[in-house]
């Protein structure tokens, strides 16, 4: 997490003062699914266009590997800091085919354990 997401977590949520009001908001909140058409892109930038048009309000963020794995934290107005969701990567083998970073981009969302990705 970058020194810009942390304080962005840290902020939101403080884990420190309040750990039950963190796990309460955590209870009430419906799961979250985003549709990545994997169809859409043939690419790395158009992925970054793609995910950014899922994951961040008005897609405005740096569009590199470095940004990808920020956004992927969460906290830019559609999920809060690390909250759990899940990804639906539709025509993943399309984007397999197409993206030689596939592999890469599969291996840091299966780092972020608050992801549930799922390949379709």
Avoid at 77 to 100: G, M, P, Q, R, V
Wanted: with cysteine; proline share 2%; aromatic share 14%.
């Amino acid at each position: 997490m970058s020194p810009l997401q942390a304080a962005r977590c840290a902020k939101r949520y403080n884990y420190y003062t309040n750990p039950l009001w963190y796990i309460e908001e955590k209870i009430r909140k419906a799961l979250i699914i985003f549709k990545l058409n994997g169809s859409k892109f043939k690419n790395l930038n158009e992925f970054y266009e793609s995910i950014g048009q899922l994951l961040v309000e008005n897609n405005d963020w740096g569009k590199n590997w470095n940004a990808l794995n920020d956004i992927l934290y969460g906290g830019f107005l559609k999920t809060d800091c690390e909250e759990e969701f899940k990804l639906i990567w539709l025509n993943s083998e399309y984007s397999k085919a197409k993206l030689t970073e596939f592999q890469d981009i599969v291996e840091l969302i299966s780092e972020h354990k608050h992801i549930i990705l799922e390949l379709k």
